[in-house]
């Protein structure tokens, strides 16, 4: 690895960053050269023989999303796109055998020949019963989740989700909201025999206001596709996620999700200016605006902004797009304590201010992993805390002049130990590398308990310390690297097998400690099915207990995406 | 009048800015200078005689909140804080005379003894009965709205709230909550005889994370008061309202405050990370997150940001706030024709970028108001239109040579016909007049009929145009200006006197143009009691419908700010 620079303190403050080649591929076009590749086969061991080892093709499949998790399967199989056939799936368990103490409810009425007629009619030629194809539908990303759907509906317009809908809802029959299937949490799959909606084809372009980077598109359209448009227009989307080849704006305002540009564009809540969505009962709500201002009424397009297709099928949007980065420039420093990690935060967002776009944290026991067990090089020297700061602005020079200022003090004032600055794409990724296989250098020395949260910034290592403490021989490790401009926080501990001792003396630990300091259980993935029992401990019960008002008023049937979100949701016959 | 610079197309394009002072007083700080001063007093004759003319000091009213209104009253009186008693406000016609038709909902409780003594007990020495001290709290802001309200409650605590909330519910007494009752939509004063719950007396600071930029506050903190606070660690508040001095943060929220920082910092529902508030049967929803990153479960608090009170009373509230920029530079500059303003606009974010803060428009039908009525001097040529931009950044010089690159190219392609460029602050309070004063230029013509909307940029203007077509010989002038960035315009109809003709022929030709074209009928002031009944314009009917029911199982005894917000609200015995 050659970094074009390498500065030790107090020696190297004046160092100038070289210019970026304009339009230069930023990390995320580069990650995503292979997690798009990855994600479009759904892992090919074939495309990816080196990622066949224990444990890293679940790494690779989960460093889609940027995060990490433990998966019981082996994934180092054929995986077909979601919509297509793969034996592979059926070796997933079934969620219902997973989980035998859940019942189906009853009060769902049962596809019948009727039911399937009315769909034909409906939509010809876009009704799948095929249980073949019906598989990938079933079947969640991290294989974790199995639904045995019977039916998938592929609507193209609005109309016709009103239509299933309205129909769903006179029969009582569930229905799963579906975009590209990629959520990490189990929300986008049938648990029972839900039917699928899928807004696959539901991918127009709207409307693009050029002058006011206002993009109105429906809900199927792929995040990828969207940027790609843009492109042409010198816009970006306000987010970017490695699952973006396939991964649908529909979905992603129903997970809410965060992804690499947040710290800079802000999240979906601001940047989403409207909303078209189908309730229950068939009631389009169209409140599909352009406008930045409209202080007309309560706000309902926040409502089905993160709310996992419970209260509505998102069918259309309008999404503020900002004008596209002309520069992207990294930093990669070494830091001697937390406190000097905030220090270095609180610097940099007063010298880069409007071109910051990643702040991120790595602790040493995080380089360890990625230097011992994957050979990557450390370009510093040992350091407590490693930051990877990322600048994305509209002048190339300015930006370079902003980073070196800020760096000048963070040495200056000894925040910042050691340091290196990559200028071109290659370098950049290579660095990039360091704080992305994290988690895949971790799965090579054994099992990794896995927890993605929010925590207030002058708490947020603490519980990285006191986990430490508390699991002291028990494991291997435990580490902590995170979006720090974000305040989430990936805490992670490494045992050689799966521990009762270890998994007793997380949790609830871990979940108590983040309800405690206010944090959030759930960072940007949402609840779904997986974490949808765990909401108490990041909300208190009266907010819980309106959320599923809202959920019994909105679809009284509860025939949206049951089983999800809400610890509590039967049909209104059984309540 | 004097400018730093007055450049010629195609002659001056290589321009440069001089720098600005570091932390020079920016416009909003200069106009607030009077408008505080204004503010606080409620307008003294005797401290702003230059503006006791025909109509203008309703219009430096209404400056104070960027925006400006008719108002039938002349406000050239004395007018108290709005806690104090005022003779003159018993000028104002009770909103129950004013609108006869409107019948008090007598399923609301009366207040009585045990009442009265309930309260005392709860909140020793902070219970208003006095009718003076009443008066200021019963009477709105443009002197349009005025309830008679006998009791006023201040409350410390958020549990006070609570008590206070739960009793009025038992007795199905109706509440209005209030903040600094600088709303321009008469939503924050009684219209009959409700409970007045002032949050005046919540205003502590919480917690501030420096290294983060969040804050957390009790709801009745002033929003000039925080921006102080934030001053010494080199944040600000990312909105910023003429009204500073007196609104508070929690109205801010409640009203879903646009202000001055829109375009650079988003909208509240991006900004605002957590909100506890109190529901209308004294339930604490404690959504105080600090957190950037949250997704378990339903987005509550954007419930209660815009919804006026009507939903639940704000307590507290946390914010992310942005660092401050170092630097402030503006340019006026002239355009042939609306599509070049537009043109203008696309080039002004493609190079400042980040650093845009203002994209402010105005026609010629308004400079020559501003001119001719007000004796401002043009400092272009005669333009169809004129534009103002303002740039605020970590780095005066960058942004000088962002701005710099800028006009060179607009130049360049002739989207910009002529231009200057203030360096000083005297200088860019000078030329923000030309743009501030346009509403008080009109009144001195008399009669202005108002608009304040928001519309999508490709039909931005047209609305004026066509408004100006068919009002003709009617009007002495129909004039357009507002924030092109925000999307917000004031459409304007100036008029010797009130005319029926002409009002026939603004509405609802106005209001419907604004719906066929997705237009918003408040772009940022809300709907209160003076546009509730508009929301149609705006909303679909299912949405309004959904809306209600939301209004309806939140609060189903109709306590909170009643006749607010939803067209048809009835306590629930009633319906």
Redesign the interface.
């Known amino acids: 690895m050659q970094m074009s620079h390498v500065f030790h303190h107090p020696l190297c403050c004046k160092l100038l960053l070289s210019r970026f080649a304009k339009n230069a591929p930023i990390l995320s076009s580069l990650t995503n050269c292979v997690s798009q590749q990855a994600y479009r086969h759904r892992i090919h061991s074939s495309a990816l023989p080196q990622f066949c080892q224990k444990g890293a093709s679940a790494s690779l499949l989960s460093t889609l999303h940027g995060h990490r998790y433990v998966s019981p399967i082996n994934s180092c199989t054929t995986r077909h796109n979601s919509n297509e056939a793969s034996s592979d799936t059926h070796k997933v368990q079934l969620t219902s055998e997973r989980f035998p103490q859940l019942k189906r409810n009853d009060s769902y009425g049962r596809l019948n020949e009727a039911d399937i007629e009315y769909f034909v009619k409906l939509l010809p030629g876009r009704v799948v019963s095929d249980e073949d194809e019906l598989e990938g539908a079933n079947t969640d990303w991290m294989y974790l989740a199995r639904g045995s759907s019977k039916l998938m509906l592929k609507p193209k317009t609005t109309q016709e989700v009103s239509e299933i809908l309205a129909y769903c809802n006179s029969r009582c029959l569930a229905v799963t909201p579906q975009g590209g299937n990629t959520g990490l949490v189990g929300g986008s799959v049938p648990v029972f025999d839900e039917i699928v909606l899928s807004t696959s084809l539901m991918n127009d372009i709207i409307h693009l206001?050029?002058?006011?980077?206002?993009l109105v598109c429906q809900a199927g359209c792929i995040l990828e596709s969207l940027s790609t448009y843009l492109e042409d227009h010198?816009l970006i989307m306000p987010l970017d996620l490695g699952a973006k080849g396939s991964c649908q704006i529909g979905g992603n305002i129903s997970?809410?999700a965060?992804g690499l540009r947040?710290l800079r564009y802000?999240?979906l809540?601001?940047?989403v200016l409207g909303i078209e969505a189908v309730?229950a009962d068939g009631?389009?709500?169209?409140?599909?605006?352009?406008?930045?201002?409209?202080?007309?009424?309560?706000?309902?397009k926040?409502?089905f902004?993160?709310?996992e297709g419970t209260?509505g099928v998102v069918t259309a949007v309008s999404i503020q797009c900002?004008?596209k980065?002309k520069a992207v420039n990294l930093a990669f420093l070494g830091c001697s304590s937390y406190e000097n990690v905030?220090?270095t935060?609180?610097e940099c967002?007063?010298?880069?201010?409007?071109?910051l776009s990643a702040f991120e944290m790595m602790d040493l026991q995080s380089m360890k992993f990625v230097t011992t067990n994957l050979g990557l090089s450390n370009p510093l020297g040992e350091c407590p805390f490693y930051v990877v700061v990322e600048t994305s602005?509209?002048?190339a020079q300015?930006d370079e002049?902003?980073l070196n200022?800020f760096l000048e003090v963070v040495m200056e004032q000894q925040y910042v130990m050691d340091g290196t600055i990559a200028t071109e794409p290659s370098k950049i990724y290579a660095l990039w590398q360091l704080r992305e296989r994290i988690n895949e250098s971790m799965m090579k020395s054994g099992v990794v308990y896995k927890y993605d949260i929010?925590?207030?910034?002058?708490v947020y290592y603490d519980v990285v310390i006191e986990t430490r403490q508390r699991l002291g021989d028990n494991v291997l490790g435990v580490v902590g690297y995170g979006?720090i401009?974000?305040?989430?926080l990936h805490l992670n501990a490494v045992a050689p097998t799966l521990n009762k001792t270890v998994s007793d003396l997380l949790e609830p630990f871990v979940y108590e400690w983040t309800a405690k300091h206010?944090?959030?259980?759930?960072?940007?993935?949402?609840?779904g099915f997986n974490?949808r029992n765990?909401?108490y401990y990041?909300?208190?019960d009266?907010?819980?207990e309106?959320?599923a008002?809202?959920?019994a008023?909105?679809d009284p049937k509860c025939i949206l995406n049951p089983y999800k979100?809400?610890p509590v949701c039967k049909p209104a016959s059984k309540q």
């Open positions: 206001d050029k002058a006011s980077g206002i010198d997970t809410n965060g947040l802000g999240s809540r601001g940047n309730l009631t389009i709500i169209d409140c599909l605006s352009t406008l930045r201002k409209d202080n007309t009424g309560y706000d309902l926040n409502l902004i993160g709310s209260l900002p004008p980065p905030l220090a935060y609180s967002k007063n010298n880069c201010a409007e071109i602005g509209s002048d300015h002049e902003k200022k929010s925590l207030p910034l002058d979006h401009g974000d305040g989430n206010k944090g959030s259980i759930s960072a940007e993935h949402g609840l974490k765990y909401i990041s909300k208190s009266a907010a819980v309106l959320m008002l809202m959920k008023k909105m979100t809400i």
